[in-house]
């Protein structure tokens, strides 16, 4: 595998230098000839600024502000690599940006900042706001993501999303919801572990109760065991990580101590979202679990343990980050369509209630004749997919009052799916043109 | 979670005690490399608890739920030389464990505290890491104000 990882490396450099970046801005209005451009450009536009200035929301309107949003980093926590700059993170950027645009029909623009303090970072995302019709968090360390997130979600009038928290959130809780109807156990009964306490597993505790899980029954362990409310870094949790105190408060209602092991002891479900593996969790603490236990094991790129050990140990159910084993927790199944969802209908913002409508959907896709131990959740090749989520998105975007542009969910429904079609036939006709070349043999 | 009682402190309290006198100044170790705590940090605790509970001058008292410490402040009567008022209750150490916090207890548990301490004292004052901005924001709001500080410099 570790050679399957460097052929993918040495390709991705050398069409890196070939393509020179993986986007570009196209035009999507005619030119006929220069004359068009007294439209599209002075003199004529100014009757279009006029329009905005008299109603600053008809800008979401008269340009494509309604469809751009922008990824934006300061490269603080990239991939596994850690903090490597924002530089270094543009590669990055550039791959969700496609995805965004493959997958949802989003224009997304990579923006990697100079921002080392949650105060910098803010301040710069705020002032772009009049630009844009959504911001996508991305790859920024924790707890300053929290932070930062917080502080934009209350600040602007445009969704505002952090992708390591809220879709990796999402994505997980719907391969649980469909995880629970295969072993026939409730969300508000089970008793869930959650091993890792970074910006995935919190943004998981804060969602699982929203969809209903009892937070008290949830442990979250981190590498100093399981939290509680005496554990001795409290304090400093409070001062330093104020969203993780708040779990240490309120999860763990009956003040279990130890280890992964003694959490497992009796738990329905456990969600890894901690170090690279394999032999972070061990076969003879699954066995500790209850009856038809749950697991997910979503460290990449190797999970905390081979998903045949956690079957060996008796696991009636495994999923993991990764697309060579069966049941991929994967974001890419939630961003681009929550964005999608909520740019069709203008919403000010991405809420709790768009972000479970999400997870709903995607677990709904999943027809019941379908539902099994080796097929929780759809993979990205079932495009459709998309089209569903994103109708939910927009439906609850309308429901709460945050849609600017209300829709019915037939209307969402169509028009996510002729503006994913069209991005997806862009593309596809450009490469039949060999406008964007063919991918040159490398060795 | 019950709703916490106080009391004054009683010696079968000492470990739970210590562990919340530690517990105070792993917390107070955050706001300034100057209050690095010390290894022996648990023995001290100890005599000094110990000394303050058998000392006419000190008060300590304790939040007690479902027979569990929760809590305690401990609090030193002085005489101010050059100052009126000429007595003062100087709250030394106040700790609260976290899942009593922001609910209204640490007010009521001050308020019992200041009105043992009324009985000798005529002001009350306060002692917290000037980068304590919870404990400022706390005083603060009770009323409190800051009359002395306390700067510091490594050498």
Not at chain 2, 51 to 80: C, H, Q, T, W, Y
Request: proline residues 6%; neutral net charge; glycine residues 6%.
């Amino acid at each position: 595998m570790a050679e399957e990882y460097d052929r993918h490396g040495r390709l991705a450099v050398s069409l890196a230098s070939f393509y020179g970046g993986k986007l570009e801005i196209i035009p999507k209005i005619p030119v006929r000839s220069l004359e068009d451009f007294s439209v599209w450009y002075t003199p004529g536009v100014a009757a279009v600024c006029r329009a905005i200035k008299e109603k600053p929301e008809l800008s979401l309107h008269y340009t494509g502000r309604w469809n751009t949003i922008a990824v934006v980093t300061n490269g603080t926590r990239v991939l596994g690599l850690g903090n490597i700059g924002p530089e270094a993170a543009l590669p990055v950027m550039e791959g969700k940006s496609l995805i965004f645009k493959y997958l949802g029909g989003v224009d997304a623009f990579p923006l990697c900042i100079n921002a080392d303090t949650p105060e910098k970072f803010v301040e710069v995302v705020k002032a772009l706001e009049p630009g844009l019709g959504g911001v996508n968090l991305e790859d920024i360390s924790s707890p300053d993501c929290f932070k930062i997130l917080d502080a934009l979600r209350e600040s602007m009038e445009i969704p505002v999303w952090h992708d390591d928290q809220l879709g990796t959130a999402s994505v997980t809780l719907a391969a649980l919801i469909n995880s629970l109807k295969i072993v026939g156990k409730k969300m508000d009964a089970v008793r869930i572990v959650l091993l890792g306490a970074g910006a995935a597993n919190i943004a998981t505790a804060r969602l699982l109760e929203k969809a209903g899980a009892d937070l008290g029954k949830i442990l979250l362990v981190d590498s100093r065991g399981i939290l509680h409310a005496e554990r001795y870094d409290m304090d400093e949790l409070m001062l330093r990580n104020p969203w993780k105190y708040e779990l240490g408060l309120r999860t763990n209602r009956d003040r279990v101590e130890g280890g992964l092991p003694e959490a497992l002891k009796g738990a329905d479900v456990l969600i890894a979202a901690s170090q690279p593996g394999p032999g972070v969790v061990r076969k003879e603490w699954v066995r500790g679990m209850a009856e038809d236990p749950i697991v997910f094991l979503l460290a990449n790129p190797v999970p905390e343990m081979w998903p045949s050990e956690a079957k060996e140990a008796g696991a009636r159910i495994v999923a993991t980050g990764r697309s060579d084993f069966p049941n991929q927790v994967n974001n890419s199944l939630i961003f681009p369509a929550v964005f999608r969802g909520a740019l069709d209908v203008r919403a000010r913002r991405i809420s709790d209630g768009m972000v479970l409508a999400a997870s709903n959907a995607l677990a709904d896709y999943v027809a019941p004749e379908r539902l099994s131990e080796e097929y929780i959740i759809p993979t990205m090749d079932d495009w459709e997919v998309y089209v569903f989520v994103a109708a939910a998105v927009a439906e609850q975007a309308c429901r709460e009052g945050l849609a600017r542009n209300p829709l019915s969910y037939d209307e969402a429904f169509v028009r996510a799916r002729k503006t994913i079609e069209r991005s997806r036939k862009i593309l596809h006709s450009l490469m039949a043109e060999k406008i964007i070349k063919p991918i040159p043999k490398v060795d | 979670m019950g709703k916490p009682s106080f009391r004054p402190a009683k010696p079968s309290d000492m470990d739970r005690l210590v562990d919340l006198n530690v517990r105070l100044k792993r917390l107070n170790e955050e706001f300034d490399p100057l209050l690095k705590i010390r290894e022996d940090i648990a023995e001290v605790s100890r005599k000094y608890l110990s000394d303050a509970m058998n000392s006419p001058n000190s008060l300590v008292v304790v939040a007690e739920d479902d027979g569990k410490v929760v809590g305690f402040i401990k609090a030193d009567i002085r005489e101010r030389l050059f100052y009126k008022p000429k007595m003062e209750g100087n709250i030394v150490e106040f700790y609260l464990l976290p899942e009593y916090r922001r609910k209204g207890i640490g007010a009521a548990f001050l308020d019992y505290a200041i009105d043992l301490l009324r009985q000798r004292a005529e002001i009350i004052t306060a002692e917290f890491p000037s980068l304590n901005e919870i404990a400022v924001e706390f005083y603060t709001r009770l009323r409190f104000r800051g009359i002395i500080s306390i700067y510091a410099r490594e050498s």
